[in-house]
Nanobody, 126 residues
Framework: QLRPVESGGGLVQPGGSLTLSCTASWSLDYHTIGWFRQAPGKEREGVSCITSTNGGTNYAESVKGRFTISRDNRKNTVYLQMDNLKPEDTGVYYC????????????????????WGLGTQVTVSS
């Protein structure tokens, strides 16, 4: 099964920044991409998603104004720029892809995505 690969996680102090990357070994031209996270003891939650053409994005209320999703289809990569990080942003971050030339899945629709990465750990702590 083909999986995208996440990278860029790490340990950062509150108020700091990280940029996560999600890279696929196949073309993502017609795929919508979502970022999800799961903290210990909590359910997985949708963080952000982006259309295949980079024309539309969606963010969870908890990250609006702090996180920015973007993509470079030439590199088959989607990025999640995370600024002003908070301890509650700690968790394993996953990216997921789904063939969807137009539109977005709701952030709650994780089950619509067909290809999932194995995740990258983000820890926000002083």
């Amino acid at each position: 099964q083909l999986r995208p690969v996440e990278s860029g996680g790490g340990l950062v102090q509150p108020g700091g920044s990280l940029t996560l990357s999600c890279t696929a070994s196949w073309s993502l031209d017609y795929h919508t991409i979502g970022w999800f996270r799961q903290a210990p003891g909590k359910e997985r939650e949708g963080v952000s998603c982006i259309t295949s053409t980079n024309g539309g994005t969606n963010y969870a209320e908890s990250v609006k104004g702090r996180f920015t999703i973007s993509r470079d289809n030439r590199k088959n990569t989607v990025y999640l720029q995370m600024d002003n990080l908070k301890p509650e942003d700690t968790g394993v971050y996953y990216c997921a892809a789904d063939y969807m030339p137009v539109g977005l899945h709701p952030l709650s629709a994780a089950n619509e995505y067909t290809s999932w990465g194995l995740g990258t750990q983000v820890t926000v702590s002083s």
